[in-house]
């Protein structure tokens, strides 16, 4: 639909004027479609094609922020895309370019069995392709893949789970401010997380139970998929170089994109066939989660919600509420 919006206009005009600049704004195409791009022709008379599927940033079931309107909701986005390779039956494989330090564990779980459902659909071939960082959720969603490739400095690994809250009551006290929470007689983990009070025993424990069962759903996508030799070595958390995870076991080799993508096309006997990707360069719409939003973690005690808020440096919204399969300091 060719259009313009006035409101836009208006607002851009208001913020320029008088700063001593002019800008041109232009009407464009606006599709809510994917629209499926050739980065890389292929050879002969074949219509054969390899789809690149990007797997980037903090991996979240939630629409982030951006200019004036929302940033397109990633897991959404995944699920489309697998959904149209594999409705093409000219699309023989799927690179998955992974650029991830991770994301929450819900998003990181549901992308690795859209990539499980693709491959028992349609048995076409996977490829993860790393390139500067594929830890944590990242690397889970990976390990549903066919192979794994790193670039020898990439940083892969960082498998575990991570829970973290701050502690404000001290400082509140001093500042003479005091928090109160009113809550049921039953509810007795109902704020549990707070930033607001100290964590007590009682809460840690349910905490790490949720944690540690999580991490043994980690442990067990590894496990089934990779057969590490020293699990214990590759489950401590700890970031590992491409070259060095190959050693142990957490990839099948070094190599850059090309290098994947030339593995597709020979697992996928497609030697001649071109690279594509899948855009949508305007609007926002796409699969059944396009519109959903992380649930928020519940006590299974007592099926109580809990929450606390989570910022990491760098970000300029706070992360949604919950457990993540995210690699510190990223």
């Known amino acids: 639909m060719r259009s313009l919006s006035v409101a836009l206009a208006t607002v851009c005009i208001f913020l320029c004027s008088g700063c001593g600049s002019s800008y041109l704004i232009t009407p464009v195409d606006n599709t809510y479609e994917l629209q499926e791009t050739t980065v890389k022709p292929g050879h002969g008379w074949t219509s054969d094609k390899v789809a690149i599927i990007e797997v980037e940033g903090m991996l979240s079931d939630t629409r982030s922020g951006g200019f004036l309107q929302p940033q397109e909701n990633p897991v959404s986005l995944f699920v489309q895309q697998m959904d149209q390779a594999a409705d093409d039956d000219a699309v023989k494989a799927v690179v998955l370019r992974v650029n991830s330090p991770g994301g929450t564990v819900t998003a990181s779980d549901l992308m690795y069995q859209v990539v499980k459902r693709f491959k028992a659909k349609t048995h076409k071939t996977v490829i993860a392709s790393i390139q500067e960082v594929g830890a944590s959720g990242a690397y889970y969603v990976s390990c549903a893949s066919d192979k794994i490739i790193a670039q020898d400095s990439s940083i892969v690994g960082s498998i575990g789970v991570i829970f973290n809250t701050v502690d404000v009551a001290d400082t509140m006290s001093k500042l003479g401010i005091r928090s109160e929470t009113v809550k ?47 699990l214990a070595a590759v489950t401590t958390g700890q970031v590992f170089t491409g070259r060095t995870a190959v050693k142990l076991g957490l990839i099948d080799q070094t190599g850059i994109l090309e290098d994947a993508i030339k593995l597709a096309k020979d697992m996928s006997h497609a030697p001649d066939a071109a690279v594509i990707m899948y855009k949508r360069p305007y609007g926002y719409e796409g699969s059944i989660y396009a519109s959903s939003r992380l649930p928020m973690p519940h006590d299974q005690t007592l099926g109580q919600p809990f929450t606390v808020n989570l910022n990491v440096p760098g970000l300029s919204d706070p992360l949604p509420t919950g457990f993540y399969y995210l690699a510190a300091g990223w």
């Open 184 to 230: 049921d007689e039953k509810g007795v983990l109902k704020d549990m997380g707070s930033p607001f009070h100290h964590m007590t025993e009682a809460e840690r424990q349910v905490m790490q139970s949720m944690i540690q069962e999580d991490y043994a759903q980690f442990e067990n996508i590894v496990t089934s998929n990779r057969h590490p030799p020293d």
